[in-house]
């Protein structure tokens, strides 16, 4: 569980949130060990699952040729990079073997949309995120906005 909780405090969408938050998470995610190869995510399937990199290199590679290689603790796939409106928008692939932690996409979806300082915490985290880190990979425009049925 050690080994979850500082996964959990290396993802910005975490970093700050509190130890009892990091704790609440923690009991929600799934360790799982993935092979070179394995695909995690399809484009145009049901969305499951939020990922966050435990260890091993992932292509993310979305439907607008926008791709990312994700190979730091606590790089994660989900939200508008992942999925819209509930069906993966990108290809999520293990380019070696590794660990991921999953968190149920109806968990995440609560979490995100609780209207607790936590879930304000992690959309601001993740919007400064987008902007910053990430520029390329641009939100859609306002007629598109996620409703984050992800």
Known sequence: MDRVIDTLKQCVLFSN???????????????????????????G?????????????????????????????????????????????????????????SIKRDDFLDIIQDTSPHADQIMQAWNQYLTHEIPYFQRLDDTELLDYQY
């Not at 990922?51 to 606590?74: A, N, P, Q, T």
């Open 45 to 101: 399937e049901k969305a499951t699952s939020f990922y966050i990199i435990e260890s091993g290199m992932f292509l993310l590679h979305r439907d607008d040729e926008k791709s990312m290689v994700l190979d730091r603790c606590g790089d994660f796939a989900g939200l508008d990079i992942l999925s819209r409106q509930g069906i993966y928008c990108a290809n999520l692939t293990a380019l070696t073997s590794g660990t991921v932690l």
């Open 17 to 43: 949130s509190s130890d009892s938050d990091i704790g609440a998470l923690s009991r929600l995610v799934n360790s799982k060990a993935i092979e070179e190869g394995e695909t995690l995510a399809v484009s």
